[in-house]
């Protein structure tokens, strides 16, 4: 190339270079699909400087790992988790009993867990999404759960790369709504179902169900600082991980018995050094 | 200008800025410093304006590449070009101001840096809002263009920090430019 004379001028291929980037600028996504290949090159290349600041700035931040700060307390967490998901099975199980009769029974989902390290995105400022460095050829597959501290959910993988795998928040504005069960956070009360959507601004929050108990039919009701852990029959894997907190309670304007919440999570995407992957173990739901 | 130079030192800071990104944030969250903005400022001080021009694209690209965009509906896409562009356009910026400014004072990058990091976000948020319009991907100009905003005021900081670093420096770029050849270390 030269810098006078000839067809390839550095000013043409500028021209050129500026001219691709408007295209790209302004063409659909759906016509963008080959910038996943390139961007990997991209984040393979940044990722030894990044590593580096990303393992300064954790230290510096105290980010979030994939264990409690605490073992015991997260031990006590973790099984707090299991048994909600205990209940939410044996919901499940008398369901399943109707399609037994039936002759249509699913197995028991299990998961698998990868321990991964995020890496630092510029989108992860705003969109809060996470990049983990574990991807296709360690097992990972769209639909696990990434979780901090044994039991705080943060999202679920959205798009597996070879070698690095993206995680879309619970509260991602483009996150689609789920089905939380909200317990109180002390103390063994009956859950109330709520269906929670992103609302854009790092929360959820949606309605929830009609619920009564005892022989008066007491109305249960839902408080600020109750605990909201997953119950999506699409995730049924990852059941009683933690969402986050009710952050508000309102009455839903359109169904005064029913209440409205909104639920925070209690982890910050944006301050998270590693995480725990839960993938479904499909080769072990079917043994 | 040596492409090597850029290169490397593109590397390092791209990296530093993904990696320290996370620890530098205020205001929620949402409002993180560039360390690629006060580069690129400083190369569009000293380079050639076709390499400026160039440099300044080619990093913005990169941050293209490196943003995940979540879209509605699920799922994550790279737009490249709307960062580029605004990388480029802030070069010319620097490049119409360099003619005016004192070359050899930090406090040149300092200002500059906002003033070009503002042209910088309202141009890449306007090419995202435009294709929001037939091609929604879910971006709310107002406060992105708003935390922005706050980020490249507080990329001054980090623009004091590095000029020392990057004008030591300066010989290993060979800047080659008639206005600085007598602070870029070459006789």
New interface residues.
Partial sequence: MSARGGFIT??RV?AA??AA??????L??RL?GW??A??GV??R??????????????R??R?ETEEHPDPEIGRLQELESLVRAQEMRISELRAMLDALEQGDILPEARVRQLVGRV?????????R?L?VRRGAKDGVAEGAAAVVRGRHMLGVV??VNESFC?V?PLV?????PIEVIVHPAEGDGPGVPFVVSPT?DGTRRGPGQFRTEGAEQRPVEVRVGDEASLSDPAMAPHWGLLVGDVVEVERDPESPLRQLVTIRPRI?T??VARVVLRVPDDDRASE | MSIGAFVIAL??V????????????VGG????PSLVLPFVVFIALYAPA?AA??AA?AA????D??????????????????N??GM?LAAQVVLAARGLVFLNSPVTLVVLTPVAGIVWQVAATS?LA??GL??P??F?AA??LG?GAL?VLYSAGPALVLWFPLRWAMPVFRFDSPHVARWSGRR
């Fill in positions: 550095s000013g500028l270079a500026i980037c408007l295209v790209c600028a302004v659909p996504v963008l910038t996943g390139v961007s991209a984040v290349l940044v990722a030894p400087v990044s590593d580096l600041g990303k393992w300064i700035g954790d510096a931040a980010a890496f630092s995105t510029s989108a992860s400022r705003a969109e999404t990049l959205s798009d993206v879309t991602a504005r483009n996150a689609g854009g910050d944006r301050n | 590397w390092i791209l990296g530093l800025d993904e990696g320290l990104s996370g620890l530098m944030r969250g949402d409002v993180a076709r021009t160039g694209l913005g690209l990169l941050i590449l490196l943003t995940l965009r979540a879209l509605p509906g699920g799922g994550t896409a790279e737009i490249p070009g709307p580029a562009l480029a090419l435009v294709r037939y091609d991907i879910g709310r406060g992105v935390s980020s």
